[in-house]
């Protein structure tokens, strides 16, 4: 067999590892961040987290009210304003 296939035959492996509940050395799962409770565990408005994330307003308030999907590097600049908003906040306004 290939490097191809051996590589896909272990990949399915790992995930129906994970699906069993059991410990997959290696693997990480990014779970999606709720843009909402960001920004209240910040203590921001719409209006001051939507220039943080780059959008406008009614831009920020479509994710909210999840009409809008959240892209993969916005994702993580969740994740990041999630963990230290303070970060997040100095770097933008310098």
Not at 42 to 70: D, H, I, N
């Given at each position: 067999?290939?490097?191809?296939?051996?590589?896909?035959i272990?990949?399915?492996?790992?995930?129906?590892?994970?699906?069993?509940?059991?410990?997959?050395?290696?693997?990480?799962?990014h779970?999606?961040?709720?843009?909402?409770?960001?920004?209240?565990?910040?203590?921001?408005?719409?209006a001051?987290?939507?220039?943080?994330?780059?959008?406008?307003?009614?831009?920020?308030?479509?994710?909210?009210?999840?009409?809008?999907?959240?892209?993969?590097?916005?994702?993580?600049?969740?994740?990041?304003?999630?963990?230290?908003?303070?970060?997040?906040?100095?770097?933008?306004?310098?």
């Amino acid at each position: 067999m290939t490097q191809f296939g051996d590589d896909l035959i272990q990949s399915l492996q790992e995930v129906a590892a994970y699906t069993k509940g059991e410990d997959v050395p290696g693997m990480v799962i990014h779970h999606a961040v709720s843009p909402s409770e960001v920004r209240k565990k910040a203590k921001l408005t719409q209006a001051e987290m939507a220039p943080l994330m780059g959008m406008s307003l009614s831009g920020y308030q479509k994710w909210e009210q999840g009409r809008r999907t959240v892209s993969g590097p916005a994702q993580t600049l969740l994740r990041v304003l999630e963990k230290n908003p303070k970060a997040v906040i100095d770097a933008l306004a310098s």
